[in-house]
């Protein structure tokens, strides 16, 4: 994957600061004290893989878990393994859908399927089981 830092985010691409395990199976099978937040990340990492996700990163360590970019437009992704959710629990998702004038953004989780709004922005709040089985069309 990829990460976009705010200098660079109209010009290029630099990177990957984070790592996943190549499988989500392989990570929970191998290591003896995993952390279920990043068995959500490295399993929709996987299933991201293949649109070349990057990481959104800006000099105030503001991050968006996964962004992905086609077609010109962007779609952000959060993933948090919690069942629920507030706005306080998004403050880099709604600060990058604020600064990229976004119309929608996604988050993954454990709560059941939502719609919210956040000024302009649709949020969608997907379970990721619902995320995994899905066929992708960005």
């Known amino acids: 994957a990829r990460v976009f830092t705010e200098s660079n985010f109209a010009k290029g691409i630099r990177k990957k600061k984070k790592g996943y395990v190549s499988s989500a199976c392989l990570y929970y099978n191998t290591t003896s004290n995993f952390v279920q937040g990043k068995l959500f990340e490295t399993a929709v990492f996987e299933k991201l893989r293949m649109h070349s996700p990057c990481t959104y990163f800006d000099p105030q360590k503001r991050e968006v878990d996964f962004v992905i970019r086609k077609k010109g437009r962007a779609y952000p992704i959060e ?3 919690s069942e629920k ?6 403050p880099n998702l709604l600060y990058y859908t604020r600064k990229k004038r976004l119309p929608c953004a996604y988050v993954v ?3 059941p399927f939502d719609c919210i709004r956040a000024g302009e922005t649709s949020i969608y709040l997907l379970p990721l089981s619902t995320f995994l089985a899905s066929n992708l069309a960005f």
């Open 79 to 81: 993933v948090k393994s």
């Open 85 to 90: 959710l507030s706005a306080s629990d998004l």
């Open 109 to 111: 989780y454990r709560g």
